[in-house]
């Protein structure tokens, strides 16, 4: 309770893994009051920029409300009669295995239970596997072949304990804030190293006291480098490598690898191996830059054996820690969603786990191979072997490699369910049925985090409209294919029982995933269950694994592994000299259905861009600000050229971020190879070859608008503001009529303009009010437009006085980008008091403009602009 009298609900944050909890308070009007949970394990309190902005997230203006057949609204009945029908035939007609779901790590624990029963075990396909495979899937590989079990050994306490953090292809800062911060808080406290490993300087680099700028996909030469020096070094803890096999292997595959594919001068890795030897206690984080690589479950194992080798695993302030993308990326693994796993750890291919699961669920024989991993499940969509597909939680036309073949497939499939909470995704535009799900604020269950706890997530808000929870939706599905005892639930409580129950069996079995002692949890219970960390079983609560090095192999000891580096799939080559990275912005969320709901998430970066070194810019005549076209051999983009030296030559980065509804030339897994580990399935996201030329644009155009607009130039992006929307425009062929072009894309025929065209010069301006307001305006130019773009935003629905100059007025001073988003303060802002007020510290920012002190996100952009300004100072 606090002072308003409504109870605030404690629940978790629907973003990424670290967890965090979150204190929810209804105002009453639809929205919501949040802030982080003092008492929650994973962040005691604290909130990252999203999580601050979950508030701005749950209005209902974009939200699905009712089941959609072929476009027209309709009620449940008929269409889960419809999905059920047509999923009864095709298998009758074509088998179990040309149905498929492709589901999300997004989903609760108890609506991915619900969706693994009904494919494993009733419809009887392995043909169920998630968005998990293009995050987590080499990470759980490595576990496996390491540990003979998915377990992550340690826990985030661990992060207050260690000496040296090393972040390898894991841009912490942004994309688990939270945790970043507690690794800066450990560092102030008792002087914590950290390296970061990834080929491009990130914010997570500012704190760092080394970053090793690695080439591309060399991670295994790095840690192999490691391996080795250990040896050497005398650094093994012998009496735990007894609890191994597979040693001699691995350190002579490790001795016989060069490090030379890293590209770093031999001082550096000698300076990183020596720290790390010299450091007992060690956390080696890694995230996507390992996961996502074709090499990706060589590179975990290759981490792997370094804390192995060394005894560093399981003991307070060491071990490696894989940092989980999505909210309930655990969970999924927990309750088996990927094509190649059973529920609870136990294996697909494995007959005696089969048999108990099938005996527990009184399902038919479950399919005894692995089913399709994402790629190619989506491939057996494209060539017709897959013909009715539910999709549920996930957007993969925008976020699969090969994106265009993946719409494609998808859009030609002959029956595709999608399950959303909006229908303005590019997937659900694609789909036959579209069913409205409940969303974050709206339902209850559990999620698993990085560090095994498994949190509540608990409805606040009322289901909207028809939507319903998405467990609900398959479990009426199930009956309706005539499986009516196994999906028979009354609530998400019941489901996470049978689960636990199931658990145990899992646990007599020998394998770690146990959390048996929630079995008999009453409603009430479970209503109330806290945050805890699993195994939770009589005997075991939480706690770390392997110190005692036991491990989940027959044999019962850790497997090391032989590895050896291998270049990225791709090559490039003439045609395609670049190499494209791609990933994470601080302030957006994947496909950006939520975040960019939010206009203070999406003043942070809110255009598509594309990171190149000033050296590659130059060669090809590219400057500030130009629009570019990146060309691969699967797709092409056009994008906003950021000319930056934090990417190496021949390099270049580009968000994830935008869609078909954001900025539609701008969607980058259309260039993005499905080219994949062999061991995992994981597709190389961060390792495709591209061209890179200017856009040859005849026009270039900004626009801020009250309302939405009607986007249909060649290149466009789209950004919501407090005041509305602005947009990035540009286009090939010139505009001859630019009045008529404004009152089309405002579609504001009324409307009355105030124009300044100069038609030699190529620039016009146009200012349009309706009833003495100002409803929109458009600035166009031959060239990149020059105005001030974060003022401007603020002028729809005002007078709009001034306007027209595309400019402050000369009183008030331009904030520029926002650069801290909890209190909107931009950058020009900061560098102004830095340079008048002679502030010397991002403490010292935070007490002037009170920037980063609330979420601290952009901290370590603040640290950095602080460095730009003072270096320029000096030579000054
Ligand atoms: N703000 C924000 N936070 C998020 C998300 C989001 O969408 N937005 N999504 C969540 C999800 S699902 C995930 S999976 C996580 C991902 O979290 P991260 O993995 O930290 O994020 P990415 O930006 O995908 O990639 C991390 C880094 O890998 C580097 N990299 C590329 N290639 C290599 C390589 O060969 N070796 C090494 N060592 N590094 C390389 C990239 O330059 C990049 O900086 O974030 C989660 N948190
Ligand atoms: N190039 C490149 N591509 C990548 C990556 C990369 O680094 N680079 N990263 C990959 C990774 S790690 C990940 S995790 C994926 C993420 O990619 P996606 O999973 O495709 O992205 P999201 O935007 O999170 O999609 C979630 C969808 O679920 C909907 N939704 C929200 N709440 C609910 C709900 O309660 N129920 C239902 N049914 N739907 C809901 C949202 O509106 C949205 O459409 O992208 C992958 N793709
Ligand atoms: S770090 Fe941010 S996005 Fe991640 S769970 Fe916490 S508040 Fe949510
Ligand atoms: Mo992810």
């Known amino acids: ?524 219970d479970y209503d109330t269950l806290e945050p805890q960390r699993w195994p939770i079983t009589q005997t075991r609560k939480g706690g770390r694994f392997f110190a005692d090095g036991q491990f989940f192999t027959p044999d019962g000891k850790a497997r090391l592994l032989p590895v050896s580096w291998r270049p990225p799939a791709a090559k490039t080559e003439p045609r395609y000299p670049f190499r494209l990275n791609t990933g994470r912005l601080r302030d957006q969320w994947h496909t950006m259905t939520r975040t960019a709901l939010s206009p203070r998430l999406s003043a942070h970066l809110a255009e598509p861009f594309v990171d190149i070194h000033p050296i590659d810019a130059q060669r090809l005549g590219i400057a500030r600000s130009d629009l570019v076209t990146l060309k691969s051999p699967h797709g092409s983009a056009i994008l906003r050229a950021r000319i930056s030296d934090a990417v190496q030559v021949a390099q270049v980065f580009a968000p994830m971020h935008w869609t078909g509804e954001t900025a539609p030339s701008a969607r980058i897994d259309a260039l993005v190879a499905a080219a994949c580990d062999p061991v995992s399935g994981q597709p190389e996201s961060k390792a495709s070859v591209v061209a890179v030329s200017r856009y040859d644009a005849a026009w270039y155009g900004f626009a801020v608008a009250r309302d939405p607009m009607v986007l249909t130039s060649d290149y466009w992006a789209l950004a919501r503001t407090t005041h509305g929307y602005r947009a990035e425009l540009a286009g090939t062929s010139p505009i001859a009529d630019w009045e008529s072009e404004a009152l089309r894309l405002f579609a504001a025929s009324d409307a009355t303009l105030v124009t300044m065209i100069d038609a030699r010069l190529g620039h016009a301006r146009m200012v349009l009010h309706r009833n003495g307001i100002m409803i929109g305006a458009l600035f166009a130019a031959a060239t990149p437009v020059a105005v001030m773009r974060d003022y401007l935003a603020t002028l729809p629905g005002t007078d709009g006085a001034g306007a027209i100059t595309g400019r402050t007025p000369a009183d008030v001073p331009d904030p520029g980008p926002v650069l801290c988003s909890c209190f909107g303060i931009g950058v020009n802002s900061i560098v102004t008091a830095i340079e008048t007020q002679g502030l010397m510290s991002v403490d010292q920012i935070g007490a002037s403009l009170n920037a980063g002190t609330n979420c601290g996100s952009c901290r370590p952009e603040l640290a950095d602009l602080l460095d730009r300004v003072r270096l320029r100072e000096a030579a000054e």
């Open 1 to 524: 309770m606090d002072g308003s009298g409504l109870p605030e609900i404690r629940s978790t944050c629907p973003y990424c893994g670290v967890g965090c909890g979150v204190l929810l308070r209804p105002d009453g009007q639809g929205g919501l009051d949040v802030r982080g949970d003092p008492e929650h394990p994973a962040n005691f309190g604290r909130l990252c920029s999203k999580g601050s902005a979950l508030g701005e997230t749950v209005g209902l203006g974009h939200r699905l409300l009712a089941p959609r057949v072929s476009g027209v609204d309709t009620d449940w009945d008929s269409a889960l009669q419809l999905v059920a029908d047509r999923f009864t035939e095709t298998i009758a007609e074509h088998g179990p295995d040309s149905a498929a779901f492709y589901v999300s790590g997004q989903l609760l624990t108890e609506d991915y239970y619900v969706a693994n029963k009904l494919m494993k075990g009733f419809i009887g396909s392995a043909n169920i596997d998630t968005n998990s495979r293009l995050c987590m899937a080499s990470s759980v590989a490595g576990h496996k072949r390491a540990f003979g079990s998915d377990t992550v050994p340690g826990t985030y306490g661990d992060l207050d304990e260690a000496d040296l953090v090393v972040l390898v292809g894991s841009n912490l800062a942004w994309c688990h804030p939270v945790l970043y911060q507690r690794v800066i808080a450990a560092r102030k406290a008792r002087g914590t190293k950290i390296v970061v490993v990834d080929p491009r300087r990130t914010a997570s680099c500012d704190a760092a006291d080394m970053h090793l700028a690695i080439q591309p996909g060399s991670d295994v030469a790095l840690f192999n480098r490691l391996f080795a020096a250990l040896y050497e070094g005398g650094a093994l803890d012998k009496a735990f490598i007894a609890r191994t096999t597979g040693f001699d292997a691995a350190l002579h595959a490790a001795q016989n690898d060069p490090a030379t594919p890293t590209g770093l001068p031999e001082a550096q890795i000698a300076a990183f191996c020596d720290l790390w030897m010299r450091t007992e206690k060690v956390v080696t984080i890694y995230s996507q830059g390992v996961n996502q690589s074709t090499s990706g479950s060589d590179k975990v194992n290759a981490i792997l054996n370094c804390h192995l080798a060394t005894g560093r695993i399981g003991k307070p302030g060491c071990g490696p820690l894989s940092v989980t993308g999505q909210p309930n990326a655990m969970g999924g693994r927990e309750v088996g969603g990927l094509a190649n796993m059973l529920a609870c750890h136990l294996d697909l291919e494995n007959a005696d786990h089969r048999s108990v699961v099938r005996g527990f669920w009184t399902s038919g024989p479950l399919p005894e191979a692995p089913g399709l991993k994402a790629v190619d499940m989506f491939r057996a969509v494209g060539d017709g072997r897959i013909k009715a597909l539910w999709i549920i939680h996930t957007n993969p036309a925008v976020s699969m490699p090969e994106a265009d073949a993946v719409r494609d497939a998808i859009a030609a499939c002959p029956f595709t369910v999608v399950s959303d909470i909006t229908d303005q995704t590019d997937t659900a535009r694609l789909a036959d049925v579209l069913l409205p799900a409940t969303a974050w604020a709206e339902k209850d269950g559990t999620v698993t985090n990085s560090d095994r706890t498994i949190s509540r997530q608990r409805s606040v808000l009322p289901a909207p409209g028809q939507a319903r929870p998405d467990w609900h939706i398959l479990a009426e599905v199930g009956r309706r294919m005539g499986f009516e005892a196994a999906f028979d639930y009354a609530s998400e409580a019941e489901i996470f029982r049978e689960y636990a129950t199931l658990s145990g069996l899992a646990g007599q079995m020998g394998r770690d995933f146990d959390i048996s002692a929630l079995s008999t949890l009453t409603d009430t």
